[in-house]
């Protein structure tokens, strides 16, 4: 895979720019991924310009043979536009507004907000889009991170959109929800709130369903954003990739992913963690996405055992691998004494710097043109389930952390290669394919399920399995998997009359292929023996 | 004891209610509570109301056999009152409005709350006050649960007024609280603030004579509109009784149950508890406010050990016993996979459904005509001491959990008969009073507990009793019930001159009577061994 | 030493005052402190003046040969002003305006606190600056105590003056500040906020270089408003000495103490710690500060082992001894059941009550006569540097734990007479100078230390020493020290490329001077050997 860098030219004098390249040429490092924060240095007055700095470190790079990936700098909202137009600011779910003074200061429902954002991007599309140095794009920094909800006014009134379009009356939207419970009928849109704190004495919350459907719009309100800085991009870059920096699964909560890069060219990943079926989770997860080579957009330049990272990520599908950062920033919320970054403060190369340096001249293929995956195993990750988990009260459950440390875990330390599944389409004619969790029904994925295992296919699920419908409502009728893979003829969920005291509590045969329900509150070490055992019944 | 359960008709079509009350009917459920949450559907718009399917629920449950208790449903204010009144809403102590989207979202101080409520509640007397199949009234749900205090500016207003009439001048009331410490004096009752966060660098805490009697007024204010609702009714229901269902000691904090049952006339209450003792412990609290048989008004459908609960109960006066609920809420807050209901989500009978069967059959007799409590032991619980404790910062105790953990489990395990007493005229001539925790002295209190003891009573108090006056301020004089029971002299507190080593600190004879003082902070195993001690002793 | 005793005449009636003094008499206690919070009981309202009690309760005690210290009333602004001028309340960094019912509810920015702080000082210091019974002054109580920090819309503009005034133009500022990073630069001096909580879904926190300025400006503010007293009373009390109850080191954060008492002619201070080599600490820390005699203003009367710790204190420089308080409050926040005053609630001698007496009787000389030290160790104790690690979000550690628990327990239990060193002016001929988490740079006690191991000094640093500049962000050159001290000629910090597995990284000899880098994370334990083995090699 190829080597690159997070850089800041925006952060030195220009006179440091040669000395900063030469190091990385030195190092076999020819990319670096540049401007993510630097919208302020960029439009440093409203409608006033300094592209020079940028010209020329990226001409500067092109004489040491280091290409560029561009990013826009839309998470930094300057201070001249939040002064301007307050509601750039997004609003917490304290109802207070979030601050200026850090990074994702803004609300993805704010015309102004857009109008400024798509302005920038727009101009360094021009600028930028066909510059032979710049070899392809990032959008924004980690969407998501900080501020994936708003609760502003704007927020609201975009929120009530989305479920007047998605629910077409009121009255099929109370029926849905059930908001005859506790007399919480609403008569209008506009009545609807933003799933703020209740406030009441004792612990009380809001509807799940308002939660659901606000865990939903809030994910499409980012993807929406992504699309409109795509759309300013596509016609000046010509066949230059887009992608953007997830910070995947982990952040609090999740983005649908799937729909963020359904119509990027590649799917961009951050990861910082030193847990090794983390890393290869993750990576798998991002290859799998688009089922294609992924790219690396931040890995911790100061991982302690970064060979053995390297070698998981590159195994998985990784094509570009960039790390961040080239240097420590001395000051602000990332200041740091260094450590975890290419060069010390003094400017010296750290022990990784050498690491990265034994690598690329090693390195002599391409990633491209051997990657081939031959993943016997399916893993299917739900989004929604992940949100009705992370949203219940009585019943919340870590669903990221279950799916990775209990099942993908085992998996990997078995060597099974495995693919990561989000929608029924991708199932494919895998040995096994295991469905954690997977609490949201989903008629289009019973069929899937029931026509895998009709061709021959294993199948493992939970107890939860398709206990919800699309508006966070338990079910009150079994649904027809249940009878047709596991012969189940009751008019009754497993769980009311079976005892859970196995983790195997239903297994039976269809054809040549055969269905498991696994107890879902078994530990991660019964998972191991599950696995191991329909492994060994493969 | 006859049992009923909690059915929402205005959560199901009408063909589903017939069905329904044949599964009752077949297990012998002759009663059913309804209506509580149902404002929205009985007046979907303002002055607009629907009550054809209260009617028909009605009647066909009469079809079966089945008595309803009709509940007021003013706990859930409609989206219609709050859009047009938003003071309907109360405030938190945060200084947030609590958010329309749950249920108790009132204000017991916004006129226009008490106006709507009290319209409601006399057009539902009027309906069915005189219902043949209506036996019974239950006022609102829970009251004091997610919402006893309001910071509203309204409540602030009715607290000063309050404090006015308690206190007569401010002068007195400076006075009283002592506010010449830290120049906290007030002039006016409009300046005297609600005990809301001080919101200082470190921490720091309203005044405790503010916070108690914030903690009584708030109490008062339920027991007001309790009291409303109750005059409304009256002319129009005949002999049916009133009650309401509390949820009491255990949330969060206390109303004064004896104020809120005062006028009433069955003493109700909700328990979720899987503890013997703690079962035992509520329903003798129960039976002891009004000194008659009590309705148990929820009890989970779905206890681990119904059978054993409901003896538990029964023997100690339970009349009537509702099941909480017939079926699972599959939408909202909450929403299950069911369990804990007669019914599961698919409509087939539980576990309990058949526990509850077979009791049915087996019932042969009515409890009012068995029931008499022999009970040889008092135990005073005093909702002001319970208060102080929990306002306390530097001396914080779980009133509560002490007297039902640390005192009335012993006597429960050794199979003693207990009432709980609240009020000085309670006092009987039981074999053993006992008063833990009893910080708050009332003069009254202190003439009833010397005469008790003259009367040959035995008496045990906690080395806290008797420190703190009416205004949760620390006397500065023994009261003389300690020189007159046990013979204490020294112008001295007896914590502060004698070392408490031993649980029992002080025992004096009187006549035929006895004292015993306890030290107030030993364990729960020292208070066995010392009840043990004192009834070998009787 | 001489004892004292802090007083409350106005919470008495006048009667009592000759039967509580005759109570400090008989205990030998000449001394009493009050007045600090009886600003409504001296001006009940705006501009009306009641100051009898004051007048006779200072009279009275003079009868008994009692002198008294007097103390301004500033800390507790009554509800008149509150309501008058609103602005008088600080803002909490939650947004929330601090309320009046506690105390040191007042902002230090406010015009109208200020003003009316100043009439109420003024009309004391002409009232009784010259009263022959009156000894000393107190400003105000315990700065910084419950309101350090003020979020107000006041206070925001006096931060962007000292902001102005220390950086002159907002380009400088970005500079040092490194703006650049996440587009955070500023345009105008007005665009810069307070460091509220930046309010995100997940934790993100103010820019650290605002931070420290934020510190900065705080302890400053409550510096100025000190002397602002300071210059009101001089004019009036001749050669009285003024001091205030310092809280020092403890309270969430730190003022930096050595600016507060820089003009006032005694270091007064409140300790409540039953830690031997914690009150040891902190009397050293107090003496250390004007390098003389110094004042316990406040010490638990109800403190378990009153003479030993009475002995530690006095050992350490203390000239007057005021312990708190003579009574318990029956009432308010500090309400109590007795045991920690001198007198119990029904006003009999307290155990500690005899302990005075006792001491009193058998002093008879007066500790200025006998007190010098010989202080062989000298401790650095640096407020920016704690203030540093207080804000570090990644490098959190707790400064004054660190330096007490882990380092001058160590001294302490070795019985090394220790100095406690705030600037290089203080820097001695010790045997022995350490500095523990010097993290903040400093040209001047850079030559201050090179100088001090030049002639012969032994220093031990830790490995984070002179990592950041003033402005709180990490120096990007190795400082010269490391060079002349360790003879390290790396362009690398130390911990950069060494290895830190040892407790002591380098040790190098210069002359007869000899410096130690002390590797910064090591234990208690370690500390303690560490010392001792560099001892053994003084």
Redesign the interface.
Known sequence: MEIGVAYYP??EKSEQWPIDYKKLQEAGIPTIRIAE?????LE??DGQYNWTWLDESIEFAAEFGIGVVLCT?TA?????LV?KYPDVLPV?K????????????RSYYSANYLAYSKRIVSLMAERYGQHPNVIAWQLDNEFG?????DYSEYAKQAFQQYLADKYGTIAHLNQA???????????TWA?I?L????????M???????ELEFARFSSQGLVQFARMQERVLRPHIGERPITTNGFMFC??DNINWVEMFATLDVVGMDIYSDKPHEIAFYSDASRSVLNKPFWMMEYGAGAGQLERDMRIIEERGCERFFLFKMK????????????KELL?????P?HNYNVIQRYTEAATTKVEDEFQTEATVGLYYHFDSSWSYQIS???RLPYANYVVDNVYRSLFEMNKQVDVVYTPRQIKAYELLILPLNIMYEAELEEALIAYVHNGGKLVVTT?LF?KND????????PKLFRVLFDWQA???V??VVDITQPIVLEHETGRGKSWLIARDISSEEWREVIERISGAI
């Open positions: 925006e952060h924060f630097a919208w302020s240095t440093p007055e700098p930094c909202p300057p201070i001249w002064e917490h304290s109802g207070k507004t979030v601050g200026f003074g850090a990074r994702q200061h991170g900080e501020t994936k909800y929800w059930g908001t005859v419970f506790w007399s919480q009928q609403y008569q009545q709130p799933p703020v704190p209740i406030q009441s004495d004792v009380m919350w809001p509807h799940p369903s308002l952040w609090g420590p920033f001395p000051w602000g919320q990332e200041q740091g004494r260094g450590g010390t403060l003094t400017g010296e750290s009260v009585s019943d939860d206990r508006s966070n409502v338990f079910l009150t009728e079994v008019n009754n969920f769980t009311d």
